[in-house]
């Protein structure tokens, strides 16, 4: 406990520094945090809104004043959907009111497991497909600019969160949270792999800003949570009983308007059995993954990366790489990795809008061998719901998959529609048996739900109904059948048609295109088995290159953009997602390239690493046409030994150096 709180106080006192350094300088306030997963209806609009107004986020919850920065250019692409959203934050301009009220029945059928557990719902604090009834509400006071209480519940059968009640202190760029606050690190909305809302919140103190700091547009926040008790902590060749503490950062840059990359980084230690838990330990090894925090803490850490192409059909896309360690030749590589790949157009056709994501991971997530239970809270992974979808303890890896659509019908309100599907992987073995001695082989089905949900305002409400179910990976089946109502705020503040004209103004583009590249690629393959085994080289070998993509021009000459490439190399496919695609143009005729992403090699099971690259652009050969030639390095491509076949050795992993040039056609559009 005195560790504990020393920990807080070292917080406490960093956010004492930031208040004392504001008094020299004029600030905004603290701002209010938007419900996360509670009012779906609403929240998609706010995503709308984020998208139109070329703010690429990285994290959630939304506070209330990022998304206020960000109405006025939303405007100008849909203001009706702005006139919606204006309304809907009307509620947090007062000093005092309440934000949020959310109630539902349900009529479930659900089976319980071998262990006596339910099912989660994906990403809704931990609500059990079994649970007949959910209760929500947020509300606030806010004395003076710099000063807000919070109030929230969220309550299901057999369990009441205060998720949402908080104190915050400060200051736009240093606002201190304590108190139950999410935690999302990801620019994903459906499948976050460090921190979503999966697990039920965590009490933690956080330290972050809501508006960007100087031209690079810097962003931070920090966390350090104390996780409920577990009894399979095991160290030193005991096992023992504690709360482990989690302490979590994300560092952010959004360059140029529409841009952003970040980093993000958990590190769970501590909670008994004589782990370290002082603040010396944190400071001292936090920001040194290859440190006593891998022997003695379980880490995560991630890449993400999101874009927006500003076209008359606007989308984001945006990418997590992640890793459960690192691997050999760095700290910034990593192994037990996983990749995650989304899009999100907020408006086709006019009246729909649509997202569609796909996430893999490598074994070992979730699991560990000093934190037995992994990355849980509660009994639940803290990232990827998909996660949840294994034996409890199974280092498994595993491929989710979602597809969300929206329409606004004529008749008003909301319906939308998505589904879910995972995979287990179906291998077991070798190296998975260090962190699984205790699991048996097991047959996993795949897991699939779907959900349709219907609401409209009402009087100055929101009514609605919702239809969930699917089949869990043990092949049982389940269902939930609901009504909601929720507080709509001021009469008409949600009132469907208040314009008459979909009041759509003619989009600025800002050089953006799209491209297919069509071509070949030359390549070399270096495979390093195991230490003792002597690394082989493939002959070079000519396959096919194919690419899609999208970019934006960012200055006169300077242009940002992301791609996703599949080759063919050494009779495996290389798949390609370039986060960072930047090119110069030093004429209409020519342009230079530098690029960096994560790629996937799907040899005997899913190899993943980082790979660099450069390139040259010969423009407009003919019209729309280019010729292009790049050339990439792929270091360390991972692939951990999961199979029975696989050498026995002291290092668990194969490593893979892949080499290609590229030469193309692209066809801009």
Request: proline residues 5%.
């Amino acid at each position: 406990m005195a560790s504990k709180i020393k920990t807080f106080q070292f917080a406490a006192a960093t956010a004492c520094l930031a208040a004392f350094a504001a008094n020299a300088a004029l600030a905004d306030g603290v701002s209010a945090y938007l419900p996360l997963n509670l009012e779906p209806e609403t929240e998609q609009q706010i995503e709308r809104v984020l998208i139109l107004a070329d703010e690429p986020v990285l994290k959630r919850p939304f506070a209330v004043a990022l998304v206020e920065l960000a109405l006025p250019k939303a405007c100008e692409r849909d203001k009706r959907l702005c006139t919606k959203v204006k309304k809907y934050l009307e509620r947090y301009s007062r000093d005092y009111a309440l934000t949020h009220a959310s109630a539902s029945g349900s009529i479930t059928h659900a089976a319980r497991d071998a262990h006596g557990a339910n099912a989660a719902v994906p990403n809704q604090h931990g609500l059990s497909v079994d649970s007949d009834w959910e209760v929500s509400a947020q509300g606030f006071v806010q004395p003076n600019d710099y000063i807000l209480a919070a109030a929230g519940v969220i309550a299901y059968s057999g369990r009441t969160s205060p998720s949402g009640t908080m104190l915050s202190l400060g200051f736009n760029w240093a606002q201190l949270d304590l108190g139950y606050r999410d935690h999302w690190f990801s620019p994903a909305t459906d499948s976050s792999m460090l921190i979503s809302t999966e697990a039920p919140t965590m009490p933690s103190v956080t330290l972050s800003n809501y508006e960007p700091l100087t031209r690079l547009g810097f962003q931070y926040e920090f966390f350090a949570a104390l996780m409920s008790r577990t009894d399979h902590i095991a160290y030193q060749g005991k096992t023992s009983s504690g709360r482990p503490h989690l302490f979590g950062a994300q560092l952010s840059i959004e360059p140029f308007s529409g841009w952003s990359l970040g980093v993000n980084r958990l590190l769970q230690y501590g909670g008994g059995g004589g782990l370290p838990d002082s603040p010396r330990f944190l400071l001292r090894d936090f920001f040194k993954p290859s440190g006593l925090s891998q022997n003695q803490g379980n880490q995560q850490a991630s890449y993400i990366s999101r874009f927006i192409f500003p076209g008359k059909t606007p989308f984001a896309v945006y990418f997590q790489y992640a890793g459960e360690d690192t691997a050999d030749g760095g700290s910034y590589l990593f192994s037990g990795a996983a990749l995650t790949a989304g899009i999100n157009f907020p408006r086709l056709a006019r009246h729909f809008d649509m997202t569609y994501e796909i996430s893999e991971w490598q074994n070992i997530w979730y699991v560990h061998n000093i934190f037995l239970d992994g990355m849980t809270n509660d009994g639940l992974v803290l990232g990827n719901w998909g996660a949840d979808q294994r034996n409890f303890g199974d280092g498994v890896g595993a491929r989710s998959q979602m597809l969300r659509i929206g329409w606004e019908p004529p008749f008003g309100g909301y319906l939308e529609e998505r589904i879910r599907t995972l995979a287990n992987q179906s291998y077991y073995g070798g190296d998975l048996r260090r962190y699984s001695p205790n699991i048996a082989p097991f047959p996993y089905r795949h897991y699939y739900d779907f959900t349709v949900r219907y609401s409209r305002p009402w009087k100055g409400l929101t009514i609605g109904g919702e239809v969930f179910a699917g089949r869990d990976f043990d092949g049982k089946s389940f269902s939930r059948l609901s009504g909601f109502v929720r507080y709509g705020g001021d009469g008409e503040a949600r009132e469907e048609g208040a314009l008459d004209d979909d009041g759509d103004a003619a989009p600025d583009e800002h050089g953006a295109e799209r491209f297919v590249d069509v071509g070949m690629n030359v390549n070399r393959v270096r495979t390093d088995v195991e230490p003792g085994i002597p690394i082989v080289s493939s002959k070079v070998a000519f396959d096919p290159h194919f690419a899609i993509g999208a970019r934006r021009a960012v200055s006169a000459n300077n242009d940002l953009g992301v791609r996703i490439e599949v080759d063919e190399v050494d009779g495996h496919s290389l798949i390609g997602v370039r986060a960072v695609d930047y090119r110069y143009r030093f004429s209409d005729n020519f342009a230079f390239g530098l690029f960096a992403g994560a790629t996937r090699y799907n040899v005997a099971t899913p190899a993943y690493s980082l790979y660099f690259g450069v390139g040259a652009l010969r423009r407009n050969i003919i019209r729309d046409w280019d010729l292009g030639i790049d050339v990439r390095h792929a270091q360390n491509v991972t692939r951990d030994h999961v199979l029975a076949s696989d050498p026995p050795g002291a290092r668990p992993d194969t490593f893979y150096k892949i080499d290609t040039a590229l030469l193309y056609l692209s066809r801009r559009f």
